[in-house]
């Protein structure tokens, strides 16, 4: 199957500092790209829709100035958290899907990064 | 507003039981379903993918099977092993944009 390779697997930073999470799709091309965290022993919740060329659409709750998503290329997405805090430590991870090619394709996720803020 | 659960949360069972994990979904326009698996701490691999017009499909020891009108799918475990002890998510593809996931389904095989 297609890869997504996201960067950091793990970061660990302290509070107030920014942390950039990087999500590329290796032998395709995604238009669409999706972002989703993960609180401990919960399920994935989607955070925003990042589109190739276009600003980011976030989900309800979802800080866009807290944060930030760039697609600037049809390969590369980057999620920044901005000013981090304890409570922004979770489990980040970006799905994509193979671009042009329909509705009923499969979706490909990252390896996922782990965020802690101390 | 789509919303996926999943029964049950946890099951514990010893190596070679067969085993059914459930999901259910309340909204059946969906284009496609899939099942993923995700270990402790670590990303999703993703096991089987059913489209809207199919209604199963299967993969080694698995079989997933889907029924869009009762808003249901299962995952069938044939012949489990300490192996295939993880979290299993079902996500519900979401008018072809992102996905909805279930809670999961915690799985622990007894040697």
């Known amino acids: 199957g297609a890869v997504v390779s996201q960067h950091p697997s793990w970061v660990i930073c302290k509070s107030g500092t920014s942390v950039k999470i990087e999500c590329r799709s290796l032998d395709f091309q995604a238009t669409t790209m999706f972002w989703y965290r993960q609180f401990p022993k919960q399920s994935l919740m989607l955070m925003a829709t990042s589109n190739e060329g276009s600003k980011a659409t976030y989900e309800q709750g979802v800080e866009k100035d807290k944060f930030l998503i760039n697609h600037a290329s049809l390969t590369l997405s980057t999620l920044t958290v901005t000013s981090a805090h304890p409570e922004d430590s979770s489990f980040y991870i970006c799905?994509?899907?193979?671009?042009?090619?329909?509705?009923?394709?499969?979706?490909?996720f990252g390896q996922g990064t782990r965020l802690t803020v101390v | 507003k789509q919303e996926v659960t999943q029964i049950p949360a946890a099951l514990s069972v010893p190596e070679g039981e067969n085993l059914v994990l459930n999901c259910s979904f309340t909204d059946s326009a969906i284009y496609n379903l899939q099942w993923f698996r995700q270990d402790p701490g670590k990303g999703l691999t993703s096991l089987l993918l059913?489209?809207?017009?199919?209604r199963e499909q299967t993969s080694g020891r698995l079989n997933a099977s889907l029924d869009k009108s009762s808003g249901r799918s299962t995952l069938y475990i044939a012949a489990s092993q300490p192996g295939d002890s993880a979290t299993y998510l079902c996500?519900?593809?979401?008018?072809?944009?992102?996905?909805?996931f279930g809670p999961g389904t915690r799985l622990s095989v007894l040697p």
């Open positions: 059913i489209q809207s017009s199919q």
């Open positions: 799905s994509a899907r193979v671009r042009g090619t329909g509705r009923n394709t499969e979706a490909f």
């Open positions: 996500a519900v593809d979401n008018y072809g944009q992102n996905f909805v």
